[in-house]
């Protein structure tokens, strides 16, 4: 198989990666980062819900963010990839400071007593919107900067790295969030948000500046653009395990319904909310340090598969629950599961996929994957619309398994892939 690098070249180092400067300094950006981001996510979903009582509501936020990251994910990776990568991501957390100042004032009495609730609601459609512009160039940017700091022989750890921060940063940000709603409110939590989003801002200054690897030429943007599509489809192990996880995620996103569930089946309040937003991170990152400390060496490409079933399982269960438990039990097995496939696809994008392309193909990623999580949200407000909530879930476990058998059967390459 071509473009892989033997088994004897990967660390068994668990810290390899760590002990470089730079790259200790992207994991802390990215921490705090992401730990802010996920407060506001959850902060999000749970006052839209306060506002509308409506699950169809946290439906429509996932949308606001889904269509501008979709949207602009393709040409995301052509500006990635012909600018100064390290001042296009200031540019883009500075973007989510600004909006988030933005919800924080329109969390505050001033604003509840000048507009309606639905009103308001309008606004936070419109600010998360905007998220999902910057979104669109921030996620992919993070991921190509890792090949460009971490020596090739050293990417399955540094993923592995990278991946745990980024699941660490969620569970805490998550937790978090619910501590925080309960202790001091939304307008207090966004406080906090807004200071977390800064710090990010300043730990990602450190980074050094990082030259174009496009050169200013006569070539359309288009053209530019369809050289990372292209490489995606001609690289079948990269097309399947991003469509698996696409759709995996679309159908199984139970995760939208969780203030739902928190607040009217489980009856555990926003301190719960945190909590079980947080269980699914938690398990992926006992994944993660069992894979950083023993790194998958064969049949990853099935073990990937096997991973997503089981997957699809766990959110089958979390949606009959009715014990806050077995609830917080299923959604952190997903995690374990999840964090399985993430660390897998991650690190098969990163070998396979050499540098002057590495921008778009991450875009690409990013409208497979990430932009999933999105109209996924969406897709499980819509259900639970017409079906009602625990059927709505119920039918996205087995629409996740369904997925994995299709996959098995299409995607041999993929069954069979190893690194």
Not at 178 to 187: A, E, H, Q, S, V
Not at 202 to 218: F, H
Request: with cysteine; charged share 15%; hydrophobic share 55%.
């Amino acid at each position: 198989m071509t473009d892989q690098i033997p088994v004897t070249q990967i660390t068994n180092d668990p810290f390899a990666s760590v002990r470089i400067p730079e790259f200790k300094n992207l994991i802390i950006g990215r921490f705090t980062f992401i730990f802010s981001l996920r407060m506001m996510s959850t902060l999000v979903g749970w006052w839209v819900l306060e506002l509308t009582n409506d699950t169809l509501a946290i439906g429509l936020v996932g949308l606001s963010e889904f269509v501008p990251a979709f949207g602009f994910a393709l040409y995301a990776g052509h500006v990635i990839d012909k600018s100064e990568r390290r001042k296009l991501m200031l540019k883009g957390v500075f973007s989510y400071v600004i909006l988030a100042m933005l919800l924080l004032v329109l969390s505050t009495r001033v604003a509840s007593d000048r507009f309606s609730n639905q009103t308001i609601t309008l606004f936070i459609y419109a600010i998360i919107f905007f998220t999902g512009v910057a979104r669109a160039f921030t996620g992919p940017n993070f991921s190509s900067l890792l090949a460009m700091i971490v020596p090739r022989h050293y990417l399955q750890n540094a993923t592995t790295w990278n991946q745990g921060t980024w699941l660490a940063a969620s569970v805490s940000g998550h937790a978090m969030c619910g501590f925080l709603i309960w202790m001091i409110g939304i307008t207090g939590t966004l406080v906090v948000v807004c200071s977390v989003l800064i710090i990010a801002f300043v730990a990602l200054t450190r980074l050094k500046a990082k030259p174009p690897v496009l050169q200013a030429t006569e070539e359309k943007t288009w053209v530019r653009v369809k050289e990372g599509l292209r490489f995606v489809f001609r690289t079948k192990e990269i097309l399947a395990s991003f469509s698996l996880d696409m759709f995996a995620v679309l159908f199984g996103g139970a995760v939208a319904l969780v203030p739902k569930y928190a607040r009217d089946i489980l009856k555990v309040g926003p301190l719960g909310l945190g909590w079980l937003n947080a269980a699914i991170d938690i398990g992926a990152i006992i994944s993660v340090i069992l894979l950083t400390v023993r790194p998958m060496k064969k049949t990853q490409g099935k073990k990937l598969l096997f991973a997503v079933a089981g997957f699809g399982i766990c959110i089958i269960i979390f949606a009959v629950s009715k014990s806050f438990v077995l609830s917080f039990a299923a959604l952190m097995l997903a995690g374990v599961f999840d964090g399985i496939s993430v660390v897998v696809r991650g690190t098969v994008m990163q070998l396979k996929t050499p540098d002057h392309v590495r921008g778009r193909v991450s875009s690409v990623g990013s409208m497979f994957i990430n932009s999933s999580n999105e109209l996924g949200q969406f897709e499980s407000g819509v259900a639970s619309r017409l079906m009602g909530v625990v059927p709505s879930v119920v039918f996205g476990g087995c629409m996740t398994l369904l997925v994995v058998i299709i996959t098995w059967i299409k995607a041999p390459g993929l069954r069979k892939f190893e690194y």
